[in-house]
């Protein structure tokens, strides 16, 4: 994991290393990688692909028209902008080995208003590997959406933490 880190230019950043390595070694099912307000973390999950890709990659990102994909990554709950384009960014790390993207709109997130349909478009036009969709969900009607502008999977979390959805429902 340090190593996979240290290409992605990722060696500066503090971050659980113990995941991380555990997915590369194959301990688990999949780790997800991401910067954010702590720094920076691995955390596990279970059971997270059909096609058991290990290390999926979560991508805060925000619209910006300077990047020249007009998408530009960004930590620290979307406050930081990190001055790189956030398809290059979904290209390098896939390059890297990354199974899976977690590209989540950090325009559209807790707004409810749906998932960032451009976004998704572009990010699957980009890069080869499956795409998770977050950010926006609030109603049923948001989730086909996303599958049709190129998702793999989609997630949600304030709706169903609140129970204004349930799985079923979806």
């Keep these: 994991a340090k190593e996979y880190l240290k290409k ?23 780790a997800i990688l991401c910067a954010g307000d702590s720094g920076g973390a691995a955390y596990r999950v279970r059971g997270a692909a059909a096609e058991s890709p290990r290390l999926i990659v979560a991508i ?6 300077a990047m020249s994909s007009g998408y530009e990554v960004v930590t620290r709950g979307g406050t ?70 190129g998702a793999d999977a989609v997630l949600a979390a304030s709706v169903f933490h609140f129970g204004e959805l349930t799985i079923g429902q979806v």
């Design 8 to 30: 992605a230019g990722l060696d500066s950043l503090s971050f659980d290393l113990s995941v991380a390595d555990a997915a590369f070694s194959g301990a688990v099912d999949s």
């Design 60 to 65: 805060d990102v925000r619209r910006n028209p």
């Design 80 to 149: 930081q902008p990190e001055g790189q384009d956030a398809l290059d960014w979904g290209q390098r790390v896939r390059d890297l080995g990354a199974g899976q993207l977690l590209p989540t709109s950090m325009d559209t997130d807790g707004t409810k208003a749906g998932f960032d349909l451009p976004m998704l478009r572009a990010v699957r036009a980009a890069v080869s590997v499956p795409v998770i969709a977050s950010g926006g969900a609030g109603a049923v009607e948001h989730f086909a959406p996303a599958v049709h502008a």
